[in-house]
């Protein structure tokens, strides 16, 4: 098993671009969730979702969309990117029955200038 | 006023030292408390996962929650070198969206 893979890893963008960031997961896991982590702030949830056809925001949705038309993918897109988005955005993925023991990606680190 | 309160550190103690960390918390409908490892460079991985008030234990690694005081702690006795990274509190009523601290750096000296 793989586990939880993001793609990229690195990315730079200028202001006003777009771009997708992949997340795939093998562990037949129906919720699946985007957050960022920023320095003194801690993880914050972006979007997620509970199934394919499913998704809600979360504390931070602004600036992104999200899609989930399979189990195993959950795309996050930048619809155009602004320096405040500059983070480590994490995907993670967990069992509905168990939403609290998060399965994590390695992070995306995303730098907009 | 933030829903989890987390000490940033950080925090640095020689090896075999017993490593002390807390979070408190205002949300009254948190039933689920959690604390994750994330080393640098890496995502977070869970470490301990508690439902009710009291002690859970895992090795040297011991979670207290007390919910009458809105407070949750995770201790690390005999620490190691490999312990060193940053430990995150993560709080849920389970309705799918966790709520995480600031996480607190800790450094474990040889």
């Known amino acids: 098993n793989a586990g939880v893979t993001q793609t990229p890893k690195f990315q730079v963008l200028k202001t006003g671009q777009s771009m997708t960031l992949q997340c795939a997961q093998d562990m037949n896991h129906e919720y699946m969730s985007w957050y960022r982590q920023d320095p003194g702030m801690g993880l914050r949830l972006i979007h997620y979702s509970v199934g394919a056809g499913i998704t809600d925001q979360g504390e931070v949705p602004n600036g992104y969309n999200v899609s989930r038309s399979t189990t195993e993918d959950f795309p996050l897109r930048l619809l155009s990117a602004a320096p405040s988005q500059t983070s480590v955005y994490f995907c993670?993925?967990?069992?509905?029955?168990?939403?609290?023991?998060?399965?994590f990606g390695e992070g995306s680190r995303l730098t907009v200038l | 006023q933030k829903e989890v309160e987390q000490d940033p550190g950080p925090l640095s103690v020689p090896e075999g030292a017993i490593v002390s960390l807390n979070c408190t918390y205002s949300?009254?409908?948190?039933?689920?408390f959690m604390w994750y490892r994330q080393y640098s460079r890496k995502g977070p991985e869970l470490l301990m996962y508690t439902y009710s008030s009291g002690n859970k234990e895992d090795g040297r690694f011991t979670a207290q929650v007390d919910k009458s005081s809105k407070y949750i702690s995770l201790f690390i006795r005999d620490s190691q070198p490999s312990d060193s990274a940053t430990y995150l509190c993560a709080l849920t009523s389970n309705d799918y969206k966790l709520s995480f601290g600031a996480g607190t750096t800790v450094t474990v000296r040889a």
């Open positions: 949300n009254s409908a948190f039933q689920y």
């Open positions: 993670a993925s967990s069992l509905t029955s168990n939403a609290g023991e998060l399965f």
